[in-house]
T-cell receptor
Framework: NAGVTQTPKFRILKIGQSMTLQCTQD?????MYWYRQDPGMGLKLIYY???????DKGEVPNGYNVSRSTTEDFPLRLELAAPSQTSVYFC?????????????FGPGTRLTVL | KNQVEQSPQSLIILEGKNCTLQ??????????LRWYKQDTGRGPVSLTI?????NTKSNGRYTATLDADTKQSSLHITASQLSDSASYIC?????????????FGSGTRLQVQP
């Protein structure tokens, strides 16, 4: 199993540009999550999904959108990039809800918005 | 407010020495507490998960303790190795519907020197 994979590893965007961060898991997990990690801060939940076709907001959803058309994929969309979105983004998955189940994280995408 | 505080922020030790990292939390109602290891440029990897009824759990040279009464946890690393150099993140789960139920600490950065 590859686990959770993310692409790209690095990206530099200009203010106002758009991009999609890709996330795929091959563990047949129901739950998937997007976090951002700012320097010196704990991970913050952006969006999560409890299954295909179902998504919900986390703590910091503004400026982002997600979709979950399949169990395996959970892309994160930035529509109008802003410098405040400079961060490292992690995708994660778990078999069931994260409060009771181990989460598996991808390697991260480092995004810089200039 | 649900918070997780970790100390120290950073720590340097010599290879072969032991160390202890601390985690204090105010998350309520408590469900579980996890310790993750995050290597530079990688996603977090789970070390231990403890529920309310567990006060210690080991994973090789890593031993986590939990005092649910004082809302404190520690992670003890025995006979440190260079590969232990990483950030260690304490995560507390809230007894909830399973949604948006995790609070992440900002981590302790450990550097093991030869």
């Amino acid at each position: 199993n590859a686990g959770v994979t993310q692409t790209p590893k690095f990206r530099i965007l200009k203010i106002g540009q758009s991009m999609t961060l890709q996330c795929t898991q091959d563990m047949n997990h129901n739950y998937m999550y997007w976090y951002r990690q700012d320097p010196g801060m704990g991970l913050k939940l952006i969006y999560y999904s409890v299954g295909a076709g179902i998504t919900d907001k986390g703590e910091v959803p503004n400026g982002y959108n997600v979709s979950r058309s399949t169990t395996e994929d959970f892309p994160l969309r930035l529509e109008l990039a802003a410098p405040s979105q400079t961060s490292v983004y992690f995708c994660a998955s778990s078999l069931q809800g994260e409060s009771y189940n181990e989460q598996f994280f991808g390697p991260g995408t480092r995004l810089t918005v200039l | 407010k649900n918070q997780v505080e970790q100390s120290p922020q950073s720590l340097i030790i010599l290879e072969g020495k032991n160390c202890t990292l601390q985690c204090n939390y105010t998350v309520s109602p408590f469900s579980n507490l996890r310790w993750y290891k995050q290597d530079t440029g990688r996603g977090p990897v789970s070390l231990t998960i403890m529920t309310f009824s567990e006060n210690t759990k080991s994973n090789g040279r890593y031993t986590a303790t939990l005092d649910a009464d004082t809302k404190q946890s520690s992670l003890h690393i025995t006979a440190s190795q260079l590969s232990d150099s990483a950030s260690y993140i304490c995560v507390v789960g809230r007894l909830d519907t399973g949604r948006r139920a995790l609070t992440f600490g900002s981590g302790t950065r450990l550097q093991v020197q030869p």
